[in-house]
């Protein structure tokens, strides 16, 4: 059984930063793809960035320059690292890894204050 389990999450102000992680256990995580995405209230779920089994990276414009996204295939993890967080930031995000299903973890609350 894939479960993914994220944490990291919290409350920043503006400007500040946050690193979440995401621990993948039961499925093919060094040869999968793996990302994040975010949902903020009221909106549909959107990718923020992912990365692929051969290290190509892919952002979202909005986050580009800001966030950085990283795994360590020998700890079957994957990480966000957030910098200059500003509040339309504020969402659940999600860990994503595309394997021969799609697989997704519970979710850790990002607030950002102005």
Same mark, same amino acid.
């Given at each position: 059984q894939v479960q $993914?389990? !994220?944490?990291?999450?919290g409350l920043v102000q503006a400007g500040g930063s946050l690193r979440l992680s995401c621990a993948a256990s039961g499925s093919t995580f060094s040869i999968d793809r793996v990302g994040w995405y975010r949902? &903020?209230?009221? @909106?549909?779920? !959107? $990718?923020? &960035?992912? #990365?692929?089994?051969?290290?190509? #990276?892919?952002y979202a414009d909005s986050v580009k320059g800001r966030f950085t996204i990283s795994r360590d295939n020998a700890k079957n993890t994957v990480y966000l690292q957030m910098n200059? $967080? @500003? /509040? !339309?930031?504020? &969402?659940?995000?999600?860990?994503?890894? @595309?394997? /021969? &299903?799609?697989?997704?973890?519970?979710?850790?609350?990002v607030t950002v204050s102005s």
């Amino acid at each position: 059984q894939v479960q $993914l389990v !994220e944490s990291g999450g919290g409350l920043v102000q503006a400007g500040g930063s946050l690193r979440l992680s995401c621990a993948a256990s039961g499925s093919t995580f060094s040869i999968d793809r793996v990302g994040w995405y975010r949902q &903020a209230p009221g @909106k549909q779920r !959107e $990718l923020v &960035a992912f #990365i692929s089994r051969g290290g190509s #990276i892919h952002y979202a414009d909005s986050v580009k320059g800001r966030f950085t996204i990283s795994r360590d295939n020998a700890k079957n993890t994957v990480y966000l690292q957030m910098n200059s $967080l @500003k /509040p !339309e930031d504020t &969402a659940v995000y999600y860990c994503n890894e @595309k394997g /021969p &299903a799609d697989y997704w973890g519970q979710g850790t609350q990002v607030t950002v204050s102005s």
